[in-house]
């Protein structure tokens, strides 16, 4: 078995710490990530995704297990009391927010759905805080093969399996043959023809994050890798990478490791 590592600089996950937000009763779940405050505020648990209900949506298919992930968050807040904080984005464009949010006890609403296997990683460039330790949470219940990562469509994909995963969300595991920069724009080729071949592509105006913490985009060229993201269809199957947390280097590649972010301040 491989060991991956992340691939971010340490110290770099307390960049900035996390601000605190608003505190108040959870009296509705409504899915695997999101519940609602006594007072009406709809929270988004940021950096994870769980598996998703319809929630009115036509000819929406339920997730497996998102139901079980629905529950699992109910027994975790539901009637509880909840601060939230803020490492990014406050709000999106449904005027959810976009929080972390920890029990009176200290135990981490995130952290502990993601332990458990009833979610996983799912980071933003502008709300990067606490991602270091999912992606590590991630990794261990991936392992034992809890909750989610029981089923095979939600499993780490190879690079071949992505053609048949257009449009979705996926985990990809393969060896970055050649990385380039072309007209500011960076390619990680995971296949012999990039016309063609599965590709990660970083665009001009995504590289700030990664000069920020010195990451060397290039230097993963020859080294086994994981990303995550949307796949799309552009010379075959593409995904768009924004910031370093997409990445995931096998241990004996590895350029960095992360230290403990400030997200962990109960027990799991």
Same mark, same amino acid.
């Given at each position: 078995m491989i060991l991956f590592v992340l691939s971010i600089l340490s110290g770099? *996950?307390?960049?900035?710490d996390l601000e605190p937000g608003e505190t108040g009763l959870v009296s509705r779940v409504i899915d695997g990530d999101t519940f609602v405050l006594s007072?009406?505020?709809? $929270?988004?648990?940021?950096?994870? !995704?769980?598996? @998703?209900?319809?929630?009115?949506?036509?000819?929406?298919?339920t997730w497996p297990?998102?139901?079980?992930?629905? #529950?699992?968050? !109910? !027994?975790? $807040?539901?009637?509880?009391?909840? #601060?939230?904080s803020y490492g990014g984005?406050?709000?999106?464009? &449904?005027?959810? *927010?976009? *929080?972390?949010?920890?029990?009176?006890?200290?135990?981490?609403? !995130?952290?502990?759905?993601?332990?458990?296997?009833? *979610?996983?990683?799912y980071s933003f460039k502008d709300n990067r805080v606490c991602v270091s330790d999912l992606l590590a949470l991630e990794m261990k219940a991936r392992d034992a093969r809890l909750g989610m990562?029981?089923?095979d469509g939600y499993r780490v994909? #190879?690079?071949?399996?992505?053609?048949?995963?257009?449009?979705?969300?996926?985990?990809?595991e393969g060896r970055v043959l050649s990385a380039a920069r072309i007209n500011r724009r960076t390619f990680l080729n995971f296949g012999d023809d990039w016309r063609t071949d599965f590709t990660a592509t970083v665009a001009p105006g995504d590289h700030r994050?990664?000069? @920020?913490?010195?990451?060397?985009l290039l230097a993963l060229?020859?080294?086994?890798?994981?990303?995550?993201?949307?796949?799309? #269809? &552009?010379?075959?199957?593409?995904?768009?990478i924004t910031h370093p947390e997409q990445i995931e280097i096998s241990a004996d590649d590895s350029l960095e490791t992360a230290t403990q972010s400030p997200c962990q301040t109960g027990p799991l």
């Open positions: 770099m *996950a307390v960049a900035a007072d009406g505020l709809e $929270v988004r648990l940021i950096g994870l !995704q769980a598996p @998703k209900l319809p929630l009115g949506r036509p000819g929406f298919a297990l998102a139901p079980e992930a629905k #529950s699992a968050l !109910q !027994q975790i $807040v539901l009637d509880r009391t909840v #601060s939230l984005a406050r709000r999106d464009r &449904y005027g959810r *927010a976009l *929080a972390q949010a920890h029990r009176a006890d200290g135990l981490w609403v !995130q952290g502990d759905m993601i332990r458990r296997g009833m *979610a996983r990683v990562w029981r089923f994909r #190879s690079v071949p399996e992505t053609f048949d995963a257009i449009d979705t969300f996926q985990i990809v994050p990664f000069d @920020k913490d010195d990451f060397d060229e020859g080294k086994k890798v994981r990303v995550r993201g949307w796949l799309t #269809s &552009y010379n075959g199957p593409n995904m768009v």
